[in-house]
């Protein structure tokens, strides 16, 4: 089984400033790895598929790249309501599982 | 609009069975696989199980393999996953959601039921 690890465990960021997530996988995944937000009461969001696809309606500041092990998400100017917690999660193995998450929250 | 909308959770004792229903509706039901994603208080978020559009090809996370059975009924555009002998780790928020066509990401969620196991 494929393990994602996710630094940091937290962000601290004041809205403006950048975000830079990271994901690694414990072995390649080539580029099938997809991110989603998640906010407090909330059902996940997915941002990111297939490592830098961003998804419908989602924001040009949300951006993700890597390939292989290595993968980060981008948030270039962070919103009011982009704090919240982070997860990616794998697609080219079965079990497609997630990584811990990163909550980014207000510095 | 695009929807999934859980329904079935509940209190349940240790041993006891659970049946929860996903309903799907703005969308061609049968032709997407479907997923349970659940998420226990406080952590973060675990695959249970997946099935394929036409229900060919199942699979289940090992934590649940032999008590969990997932099914669909394409007809009422509806998933199902029936728990048994539950356990308190299996307390969590269980999400219905679905796959892409390409299955490389789950694109829409529902709002999630609870599901709490306790004497």
């Known amino acids: 089984e494929i393990v994602l690890t996710q630094s940091p465990a937290t962000l601290s960021l004041s809205p403006g400033e950048r975000a830079t997530l990271s994901c690694r996988a414990s072995q390649s995944v080539s580029s099938y790895l997809a991110w989603y937000q998640q906010k407090p009461g909330q059902a996940p969001r997915l941002l990111i598929y297939d490592a830098s696809n961003r998804a419908t309606g989602i924001p040009a500041r949300f951006s993700g790249s890597g390939s292989g092990t290595d993968f980060t998400l981008t948030i270039s100017s962070l919103e009011p309501e982009d704090f919240a917690v982070y997860y990616c999660?794998?697609?080219?193995?079965?079990?497609?599982?997630f990584g811990p998450g990163t909550k980014v929250d207000i510095k | 609009e695009v929807q999934l909308v859980e329904s079935g959770g509940g209190l349940v004792k240790p041993g006891g069975s659970l049946r929860l229903s996903c309903a799907a509706s703005g969308f061609t039901f049968s032709s997407y696989s479907m997923n349970w994603v659940r998420q226990a208080p406080g952590k973060g978020l675990e695959w249970v199980s997946s099935?394929?559009?036409?229900?060919?090809?199942?699979y289940y996370a090992d934590s649940v393999k032999g008590r969990f059975t997932i099914s669909r009924d394409n007809a009422k555009n509806s998933l199902y996953l029936q728990m048994n002998s539950l356990r308190a780790e299996d307390t969590a928020v269980y999400y219905c959601?679905?796959?892409?066509?390409?299955?490389?990401?789950?694109?829409?969620w529902g709002q999630g039921t609870m599901v709490t196991v306790s004497s």
């Open positions: 959601a679905r796959d892409t066509v390409s299955r490389d990401a789950f694109d829409i």
């Open positions: 099935i394929s559009s036409s229900s060919s090809y199942i």
């Open positions: 999660q794998q697609r080219s193995n079965w079990p497609p599982v």
